[in-house]
């Protein structure tokens, strides 16, 4: 399927798939169509009407809210009317949007990861996850979002960088498409993702390294210490502070995210939202061959209790993850932290 376009890879999925399974396939396409309008927009820079002035208010989580952030969420609401979509929500949105009661799916989508660099020229993006919707009489629509990531059909992200490209999965493999300006739509350029299982590099905001628990810290000064230190090898950081362009690394080379909770008001619970960034973001993770945790539980096992709900994250190989998650439990059980193999010698692997 290499050099496939967005289209003719929708379609032999869905060739023998049923109503739901064609219906993902339309909302996809509709969002990559409106993905492209707001790919315009981000390319005009500081010359587009709307790139950075600022509301003075705030979504619905209380994070501050730019023009663009509202634009690029009216686009996408918009693409999605006439689609088989039961409902919509947002970041931007305090409460779902309901579209279609008789439709079979709900949309969860974060219209424009990253905003707060979007004067900065770093690579933002769209995250989005498609999930059944929840049927039943007088049924709120909130929830339709309140269920686990593993419920989840499909999810994906667009990146608008240096290449415009759009990350997928439909829950086997994930694959990676990128804009052909010649051809006019995505075409695959990575098929079936697969995130080594060790990495030397890591991604993590270390002004707040007072404010983490010991296990953070811990971690983090193991990886440091490098080959001299107890993993034996040379790390590197790397920080993006935009979520969609750090998880593009990782899939393409690499890595280990983490953005954990820590001692400030405002993050004792994480700060990344499990409905429509940690839940997509872990989905395509895992269907790449990596793993994604709280700090030690499975994102995708979580449920939901409110829809802007915040969790922690750390994502990204798989050994690398677990080790984090060993961390949390105990990391004196970690052989190499252990007293009795903390220096190089007889004991040491």
């Not at 396409?29 to 208010?57: E, H, I, Y």
């Not at 993850?321 to 439990?329: D, F, L, N, Q």
Request: net charge negative; charged share 20%.
């Amino acid at each position: 399927m290499s050099g496939a376009t967005l289209e003719a890879y929708l379609a032999s999925c869905t060739a023998h798939g049923d109503e739901v399974a064609r219906g993902v396939a339309a909302v996809i396409q509709r969002l990559s169509l409106a993905a492209l309008d707001v790919r315009k927009l981000v390319s005009q820079g500081a010359l587009g009407p709307v790139f950075s002035g600022t509301r003075g208010g705030s979504n619905a989580d209380g994070d501050p809210q730019k023009d663009l952030d509202v634009v690029c969420d009216g686009l996408f609401l918009s693409c999605l009317q006439g689609a088989p979509v039961a409902c919509y929500a947002s970041e931007e949105l305090e409460n779902p949007v309901l579209l279609d009661p008789e439709a079979r799916l709900a949309v969860a989508i974060d219209p424009l990861d990253g905003s707060s660099n979007i004067d900065t020229n770093v690579s933002i993006g769209t995250v989005f996850s498609v999930l059944p919707a929840v049927k039943g009489p007088g049924c709120d629509p909130t929830q339709s979002f309140l269920q686990p990531g593993n419920r989840q059909l499909a999810a994906g992200f667009f990146l608008y960088g240096p290449q415009t490209a759009l990350v997928l999965s439909l829950g086997k493999g994930t694959e990676i498409f990128i804009f052909s300006s010649r051809l006019g739509c995505f075409v695959q350029g990575y098929k079936s993702v697969n995130i080594p299982e060790r990495t030397s590099e890591f991604a993590i905001n270390m002004s707040n390294y007072r404010h983490w628990e010991e296990a953070i810290r811990l971690y983090v000064d193991d990886c440091l210490a490098g080959s001299e230190g107890p993993r034996e090898r040379d790390f590197n950081m790397r920080w993006i502070a935009s979520l969609v362009a750090d998880a593009y690394r990782i899939l393409v080379r690499g890595g280990i995210f983490l953005y954990p909770a820590d001692g400030r008001k405002g993050y004792h619970q994480g700060r990344l939202r499990l409905v429509y960034e940690a839940n997509p973001i872990a989905f395509i993770i895992e269907n790449a061959g990596g793993a994604a945790i709280t700090s030690a539980t499975r994102i995708l096992d979580l449920v939901p209790e409110d829809l802007h709900q915040r969790v922690p994250l750390a994502f990204g190989s798989r050994r690398e993850v677990a080790r984090v998650a060993r961390y949390h439990v105990d990391p004196n059980m970690i052989g190499e932290r252990a007293p009795l193999f903390g220096k190089r010698g007889l004991f040491r692997a």
